[in-house]
Nanobody, 124 residues
């Protein structure tokens, strides 16, 4: 089992920045991919970004390219999401996810573990 704990959410004005963290514990050696998804009220959970744990290759949704950056610290078993130039439409609960095998990064159903989520609110 892998446990994921997100932190770093909060309230920020449009144009501002936030950095989310996701700390993994347990059988972290089994992680292939870690990703971030988000869910706005009344909407489906959508892919934001993902990173290969071994290679560091990254993948982004078009809506966040150029504004968000995913990174990892293997020694700390932590993945980060740096969010810049935030927009009100970025408001959502952000979830960290991990997969035990290679996945198509944007396919929510292929991830094995999920964090509890952290709220990000961007005011206009």
């Amino acid at each position: 089992q892998v446990q994921l704990v997100e932190s770093g959410g909060g309230l920020v004005q449009a144009g501002g920045s936030l950095r989310l963290s996701c700390a993994a514990s347990g059988r972290t050696f089994s992680i292939y991919v870690m990703g971030w998804f988000r869910q706005a009220p009344g909407k489906e959970r959508d892919f934001v970004t993902a990173i290969s744990w071994s290679t560091g290759n990254t993948y982004y949704a078009d809506s966040v390219k150029g504004r968000f950056t995913i990174s990892r610290d293997n020694a700390k078993n932590t993945v980060y999401l740096q969010m810049n130039s935030l927009k009100p439409e970025d408001t959502a609960v952000y979830y960290c996810a991990a997969a035990n095998s290679w996945v198509v990064p944007a396919r929510l159903g292929q991830y094995d573990y999920w964090g509890q989520g952290t709220q990000v609110t961007v005011s206009s």
